[in-house]
Nanobody
Framework: QVQLVESGGGLVQPGGSLTLSCEAS????????TGWFRRAPGKEREVVAC????????SYGASVKGRFTISRDNAKNTLYLQMNNLKPEDTAVYYC????????WGIGPGQGTQVTVSS
């Protein structure tokens, strides 16, 4: 079965860190441009980070650049998002999918994982 499953979200205080995981099954992640996007209540979808297939080029949304790091473990067929210095405005449901950054014709997303940044 071809699918992506996100995990790792939770409640964290401002300034804290979280690492999200996105486990792929039924296909190999490194053959696709893959990434993360997020949705917050009342806001449009926002592209968070992408990693290309061929040359592992990384790209980030302006609001997370310098704080978030995307990576991929090919042996585990898993995508990660390391999030540091979290802010309340990072609160959202985070999703992973292929066809990054358009996320129109790819695989996923999964069910998403909730990240809440609050004191």
């Amino acid at each position: 079965q071809v699918q992506l499953v996100e995990s790792g979200g939770g409640l964290v205080q401002p300034g804290g860190s979280l690492t999200l995981s996105c486990e792929a099954s039924g296909f190999t992640l490194d053959g696709y441009a893959t990434g993360w996007f997020r949705r917050a209540p009342g806001k449009e979808r926002e592209v968070v980070a992408c990693i290309s297939a061929a040359d592992n080029k990384l790209s980030y949304g302006a609001s997370v650049k310098g704080r978030f790091t995307i990576s991929r473990d090919n042996a585990k067929n898993t995508l990660y998002l390391q999030m540091n210095n979290l802010k309340p405005e990072d609160t959202a449901v985070y999703y992973c999918a292929t066809d990054c950054p358009r996320f129109e014709w790819g695989i996923g997303p999964g069910q998403g994982t909730q990240v809440t940044v609050s004191s």
